[in-house]
């Protein structure tokens, strides 16, 4: 394989991580009471609107270690070439005081 298809194979790789990410978030997210929690505070503040709280999970690129080898030669590729970004984003929620937080948008 040549570099720019292993760099294309290590970002659709990453690319898959980050949504696996993301699903996993969003699930722990309608499982548990903080989203909730939070509007009630906000509304408890006379804090109003859309929006209002946001709330970020990134993935720090500058951190990544492997447990398997291969993993980590297929990423290795991507991290040298993307050495100047450190942090991925993996989720970008906004907190809104009135809305069901899952279905807004």
Do not use: Y
Request: charged share 20%; glycine share 8%; proline share 1%.
């Amino acid at each position: 394989m040549n570099t720019e298809t292993l760099h294309k194979k290590s970002d659709e790789q990453l690319k898959q991580l980050q949504d696996e990410l993301n699903k996993g978030f969003m699930e722990g997210l309608k499982n548990s009471q903080l989203v909730e929690g939070l509007q009630k505070i906000l509304q408890e503040n006379g804090i109003d609107g859309h929006n209002v709280l946001q709330l970020q999970c990134m993935l720090d690129l500058t951190q990544l270690q492997f447990n398997d080898t291969s993993k980590e030669q297929q990423f290795q590729e991507f991290l040298q070439t993307n050495q100047g970004e450190s942090l991925r984003p993996i989720v970008m929620l906004g907190v809104c005081t009135h809305c069901n937080w899952a279905a807004c948008g």
